[in-house]
């Protein structure tokens, strides 16, 4: 049996990889460990909750005392490390919450897994860090790709967290020879997507009839995966990735933002049966977003090519069936947009 802490495990892309970790290895014991912030949500994962092999543990990674004692007890043999602040805006307004979690909680992490390990041996151990692909910085020449040795140039503070945290793990299987294993992936979106982000935000506000804000001329070009073939890739790696080396994960699908929330709108007045160009009405364009990074895009040859994963839906497949999630779970869209959350989106909004 294996026993696997997977961290962040209540958010969005964490609560598919516990949900597909669970529900495929019934031999593995799953611990997810989430502080619960405001992005972390039990909902998330009340389908699995009652697994025999699964267990929630709520606790923050920049607690290295328990951290530490956490590993002592459970002597985990892998860990999958999501748990983050995750969001751009955020990071601009409050960068030290960055630094504090994707920075230190990470390097707490990375210790605790040392020095658990070092002690019962390497062999069969794994630490897997969930990176981001805007640690690249930003793409200007419409050939140009990021590939897993195009250099760091993380340009927001999120990115610049990110960054780090992927140097300190690279230091780790480097220096003290933990056994590591990196991907870095573009864009998520799907179910459980929480509505800070553009995809969910455009449909929360569509059902809600309040503007839809596009920062800028809404030129910036982004790179979306399905959030569950991200987790499928995630367990991919886990799986067969080499020990220390770095995997890209994309899906080669490119959007502006203006052409994606188009379609978003156009999605939304089919399903709701309203006349097409309704929704789009509620485009509002405004302030740029500082230091607005212009394009992402990954080239995910080497995962395809080596490990054999690939995305499993076309977007507008994709799309559909997030459309159509978030339709049939309007309760959970309310719930995470009222209380404390709602006062930030507004301050957020009116800041605009
Ligand atoms: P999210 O914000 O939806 O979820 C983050 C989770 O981490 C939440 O459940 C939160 O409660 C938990 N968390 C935050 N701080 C914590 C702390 N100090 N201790 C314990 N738990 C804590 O994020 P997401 O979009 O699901 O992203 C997950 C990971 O994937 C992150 O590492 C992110 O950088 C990376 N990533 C995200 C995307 C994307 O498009 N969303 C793309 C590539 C990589
Ligand atoms: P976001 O979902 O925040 O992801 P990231 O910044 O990590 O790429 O934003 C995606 C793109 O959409 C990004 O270029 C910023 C833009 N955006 C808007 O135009 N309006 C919005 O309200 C939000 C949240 C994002």
């Given at each position: 049996m294996k026993k696997l802490l997977i961290t962040g495990g209540a958010g969005f892309i964490g609560s598919h990889v516990v949900r597909l970790f669970v529900t495929k290895y019934p031999d593995y014991q799953i611990f997810n460990l989430d502080k619960l912030t405001y992005a972390g949500n039990l909902e998330n994962l009340r389908d699995i909750e009652n697994q025999p092999n699964y267990t929630f543990v709520k606790g923050d990674i920049v607690d290295a005392s328990f951290i530490d004692a956490l590993f002592a007890e459970h002597q985990f043999d892998g860990v999958i490390h999501l748990a983050a602040e995750s969001?751009?805006?955020?990071?601009i307004?409050?960068?030290m919450a960055?630094?504090?979690t994707n920075v230190v909680g990470t390097c707490n992490l990375l210790n605790a897994a040392k020095n658990t390990w070092k002690a019962s041996g390497y062999e069969g151990k794994r630490?897997?860090?969930?990176?981001?692909?805007e640690v690249y910085g930003e793409l200007h020449n419409p050939e140009d790709f990021f590939t897993e040795t195009t250099p760091y140039d993380p340009r927001s503070p999120y990115s610049a967290s990110k960054a780090s945290s992927d140097h300190f793990v690279r230091a780790y299987g480097n220096t003290?020879?933990?056994p590591v294993v990196i991907t870095n992936c573009s864009n998520n979106y799907g179910p459980n997507h929480f509505p800070e982000k553009l995809l969910p935000l455009m449909i929360h506000n569509i059902l809600n009839?309040?503007?839809l804000p596009v920062y800028g001329k809404g030129e910036n070009v982004r790179d979306w995966l399905?959030?569950?073939d991200h987790a499928r890739a995630i367990d991919t790696v886990f799986h067969n990735g080499v020990l220390g080396e770095t995997y890209n994960i994309g899906g080669f699908n490119e959007w502006k933002n203006i052409d994606i929330v188009m379609l978003v709108c156009k999605t939304m007045d089919s399903k709701l049966g309203r006349?097409?160009?309704t929704s789009e009405q509620l485009i509002t364009y405004v302030t740029d977003r500082a230091g607005h990074d212009l394009r992402y895009a990954i080239d995910a040859t080497k995962i395809m090519n080596e490990l054999g994963w690939k995305p499993s839906l076309q977007f507008e497949e994709g799309l559909e069936k997030t459309v159509d999630w978030f339709l049939n779970n309007q309760e959970w869209l309310d719930n995470v947009t009222s209380g404390n959350y709602q006062k930030y989106y507004d301050s957020m909004y009116t800041n605009r």
């Amino acid at each position: 049996m294996k026993k696997l802490l997977i961290t962040g495990g209540a958010g969005f892309i964490g609560s598919h990889v516990v949900r597909l970790f669970v529900t495929k290895y019934p031999d593995y014991q799953i611990f997810n460990l989430d502080k619960l912030t405001y992005a972390g949500n039990l909902e998330n994962l009340r389908d699995i909750e009652n697994q025999p092999n699964y267990t929630f543990v709520k606790g923050d990674i920049v607690d290295a005392s328990f951290i530490d004692a956490l590993f002592a007890e459970h002597q985990f043999d892998g860990v999958i490390h999501l748990a983050a602040e995750s969001h751009v805006d955020r990071s601009i307004s409050e960068p030290m919450a960055f630094v504090m979690t994707n920075v230190v909680g990470t390097c707490n992490l990375l210790n605790a897994a040392k020095n658990t390990w070092k002690a019962s041996g390497y062999e069969g151990k794994r630490f897997y860090h969930v990176s981001t692909d805007e640690v690249y910085g930003e793409l200007h020449n419409p050939e140009d790709f990021f590939t897993e040795t195009t250099p760091y140039d993380p340009r927001s503070p999120y990115s610049a967290s990110k960054a780090s945290s992927d140097h300190f793990v690279r230091a780790y299987g480097n220096t003290y020879k933990l056994p590591v294993v990196i991907t870095n992936c573009s864009n998520n979106y799907g179910p459980n997507h929480f509505p800070e982000k553009l995809l969910p935000l455009m449909i929360h506000n569509i059902l809600n009839n309040k503007p839809l804000p596009v920062y800028g001329k809404g030129e910036n070009v982004r790179d979306w995966l399905f959030v569950v073939d991200h987790a499928r890739a995630i367990d991919t790696v886990f799986h067969n990735g080499v020990l220390g080396e770095t995997y890209n994960i994309g899906g080669f699908n490119e959007w502006k933002n203006i052409d994606i929330v188009m379609l978003v709108c156009k999605t939304m007045d089919s399903k709701l049966g309203r006349p097409e160009g309704t929704s789009e009405q509620l485009i509002t364009y405004v302030t740029d977003r500082a230091g607005h990074d212009l394009r992402y895009a990954i080239d995910a040859t080497k995962i395809m090519n080596e490990l054999g994963w690939k995305p499993s839906l076309q977007f507008e497949e994709g799309l559909e069936k997030t459309v159509d999630w978030f339709l049939n779970n309007q309760e959970w869209l309310d719930n995470v947009t009222s209380g404390n959350y709602q006062k930030y989106y507004d301050s957020m909004y009116t800041n605009r």
